[in-house]
């Protein structure tokens, strides 16, 4: 079976730093998403990563070790609108094709 | 705005109904997936579809089918409701093929909010 784990929540100060933590167990890897959630909306792309290191895009950055199964999101100058839950995803091989499995996400709250 | 669509946003109806969810996918993208987000399971994949072709199956159940259109829309049956199908439930799309390597970003619409009384 496939695995996900994330923390349930965070809490960060306007202009700081945090870092969201994935780890995951799966049969078979082809790539980890993450994707940001508001309340009542729809997830959109953050990142992706398919292969160890570090993947940066603006604020954002996602760094992924395969060896270890295990994912970071880490977000920089920290601004109210991050408020949102951040959900982790692998993409593993089932039945000749790839599907997504989601972690719960982890609700982040930026205070200030 | 991902650019998909689904209707209906609101549906509610009663336990034992059935109700048809639609999606149509971006233009150009020929994938189309199902998710189901309630909370206490979080967002669990249903079904993918490429060009008309179920490509592979989720945690769906029997009483829910799926199907994609030559025009690429793609439609949700739910039959026998019941309560705990209440949900959000989205639809994505993407260029690839679901069963290709590599990257392959899913556009996820804004969701049909399914509520069961």
């Known amino acids: 079976g496939q695995n996900i784990d994330q923390p349930t929540e965070m809490t960060a100060t306007e202009g700081a730093i945090v870092q969201i933590n994935c780890t995951y167990q799966t049969s078979g890897f082809n790539g980890l998403f993450w994707y940001q959630q508001h309340a009542g909306e729809a997830p959109t792309f953050l990142s992706y990563n398919v292969l160890d290191g570090l993947e940066e895009k603006g604020r954002f950055s996602s760094f992924l070790s395969r060896s270890k199964g295990y994912s970071y999101l880490l977000l920089k100058e920290l601004q109210m609108k991050d408020s949102a839950s951040y959900l982790c995803?692998?993409?593993?091989?089932?039945?000749?094709?790839?599907?997504?499995?989601f972690g719960r996400g982890t609700s982040l709250i930026v205070h200030p | 705005d991902s650019g998909v669509t689904q209707t209906p946003k609101h549906l509610i109806t009663a336990t034992g109904q059935r109700v048809t969810l639609r999606c149509s996918p971006r233009?150009?993208?020929?994938?189309v997936y199902w998710y189901q987000q309630s909370l206490d399971q979080g967002l669990q994949f249903l079904i993918q579809?490429?060009?008309?072709?179920?490509?592979a199956k989720g945690n769906i159940l029997e009483r829910f089918s799926a199907q994609q259109f030559p025009d690429l829309h793609s439609e949700l049956n739910l039959s026998s409701l019941e309560l705990g199908d209440s949900a959000l439930y989205f639809c994505?799309?993407?260029?690839?093929?679901?069963?290709?390597?590599?990257?392959?970003?899913?556009?996820f619409g804004p969701g049909t909010r399914l509520t069961v009384l």
């Open positions: 995803a692998v993409r593993a091989p089932s039945g000749g094709s790839y599907i997504p499995t």
């Open positions: 579809y490429y060009n008309g072709e179920e490509r």
């Open positions: 994505a799309s993407s260029v690839g093929d679901p069963a290709g390597e590599g990257y392959n970003e899913q556009f």
């Open positions: 233009s150009g993208d020929l994938s």
